[in-house]
């Protein structure tokens, strides 16, 4: 009997985040600053203090980049702010947090962040079963007039599809 596999990308579902999830946090500006060539879904491991702060939705990950350290990957500078009713059994707001995924899905990672220009990209926190999850992007940065084009294409979409409405 063939072990089934529990992984979504298997199962053909094109986004981390499925329909019982919840998006706690969304780094907007990634999409834009990168061409996401992949993506991958990753467990968050948190101390209490941080998932009650993540589940209350005070996390933010507009400053964060994901990187390889000794056969781990980690999550920096995602800001998850102080639970107050834990009062001195807190975390620090700022910690480099593990990422926990399966060792294959590692090397491939990390081979991706060896590679010249390709950079590892938080994309969204949503909450699955009550679980914290991070979908990584491996995105390669754009420059500025790919950037251009890019906004210039979606305004022209936008006209198109006005004109059409009237």
Do not use: W
């Not at 203090?49 to 507009?62: A, T, Y």
């Amino acid at each position: 009997m063939a072990k089934k596999s529990k992984s979504r990308r298997a199962a053909g579902e094109a986004s981390g985040a499925g329909a019982n999830d919840r998006i706690v946090a969304r780094n907007r500006r990634a999409h834009y600053q990168y061409e996401i060539l992949r993506v991958y879904e990753a467990g968050l491991s948190l101390t209490g203090s941080e998932i009650k702060s993540v589940r209350l939705g005070r996390i933010s990950i507009q400053e964060a980049y994901c990187r390889p350290r000794d056969g781990e990957l980690l999550l920096v500078g995602a800001h998850i702010a102080r639970y107050e009713p834990s009062g001195a059994a807190n975390h620090e707001p700022t910690r480099e947090r593990r990422l926990l995924l399966h060792r294959r899905e590692i090397r491939q990672l990390e081979q991706a962040f060896a590679e010249r220009g390709l950079s590892l990209v938080p994309l969204r926190v949503y909450l699955s079963r009550g679980l914290a999850k991070l979908e990584i992007g491996v995105g390669r940065g754009r420059r500025q007039h790919e950037k251009r084009e890019r906004i210039a294409e979606r305004e022209a979409q936008r006209r198109i599809e006005q004109a059409l409405r009237r």
